[in-house]
T-cell receptor, first 114, second 117 residues
Framework: DQQVKQNSPSLSVQEGRISILNCDYT??????FLWYKKYPAEGPTFLIS???IKDKNEDGRFTVFLNKSAKHLSLHIVPSQPGDSAVYFC?????????????WGLGTSLAVNP | EAQVTQNPRYLITVTGKKLTVTCSQN?????MSWYRQDPGLGLRQIYY???????DKGDVPEGYKVSRKEKRNFPLILESPSPNQTSLYFC????????????????FGAGSRLTVL
């Protein structure tokens, strides 16, 4: 059973508009969440993260919001650019000793149209 | 350039023929890990290593071996590959987390696509 769910396999937005990517999780022990971006033929690259003690983290055009009561987080990209077209993965982890194991969603493919 | 390098990037092999996927990082990271990515299943951890000579199983270790004789290298070994090991493999590394636990930002290699016939 997927502990981290990205229910939208794909999303298409116009350049300049806001992209909102959503992620839901089931494990209340998760205390750290990350978003990774992946281009074809490349490995995932880190984008932004948020600790469970916060409800918002911002880095330039990217903002992640965390709603712990709803077990939901979202990534906002404003304004969206064609270069943002990629697959976005949500990942989460719990305090698991020394293993930095991340539990991954299946990804959302974002297409930003010029 | 700081990076994780995997080889080969693409490989087609046959059942039972031993193979090794190499992984090397130049960032002096203590932690390294292998993941496989499969449609509908996402990224799943195979093995990880906290430091030299320290390795442990992840979620799907069956059919794989690893070693960590040097800090920079973390090869993934398939002693007798089978078709269900056809997958996209990623190696990743990160520095030691100061807290000693929890997630850290992983740097991934570009991936190795393996097909076992």
């Amino acid at each position: 059973d997927q502990q981290v769910k990205q229910n939208s396999p794909s999303l298409s937005v116009q350049e300049g508009r806001i992209s909102i990517l959503n992620c839901d999780y089931t494990n209340s022990m998760f205390d750290y969440f990350l978003w990774y971006k992946k281009y074809p033929a490349e490995g995932p690259t880190f984008l932004i993260s948020i600790s469970s003690i916060k409800d918002k983290n911002e880095d330039g055009r990217f903002t992640v919001f965390l709603n712990k009561s709803a077990k939901h987080l979202s990534l906002h990209i404003v304004p969206s650019q064609p270069g943002d077209s990629a697959v976005y993965f949500c990942a989460a982890s719990a305090n698991a000793g020394n293993n930095r194991k991340l539990i991954w969603g299946l990804g959302t493919s974002l297409a930003v149209n010029p | 350039e700081a990076q994780v390098t995997q080889n080969p990037r693409y490989l087609i092999t046959v059942t039972g023929k031993k193979l090794t996927v190499t992984c090397s990082q130049n960032m002096n990271h203590e932690y390294m890990s292998w993941y496989r990515q499969d449609p509908g299943l996402g990224l799943r951890q195979i093995y990880y290593s906290m430091n030299v000579e320290v390795t442990d199983k992840g979620d799907v270790p069956e059919g794989y071996k690893v070693s960590r004789k040097e800090k920079r290298n973390f090869p993934l070994i398939l002693e007798s590959p089978s078709p269900n090991q056809t997958s996209l493999y990623f190696c990743a590394s990160s520095p030691r987390d100061r807290r000693g636990s929890g997630a850290n930002v992983l740097t991934f290699g570009a991936g190795s696509r393996l097909t076992v016939l």
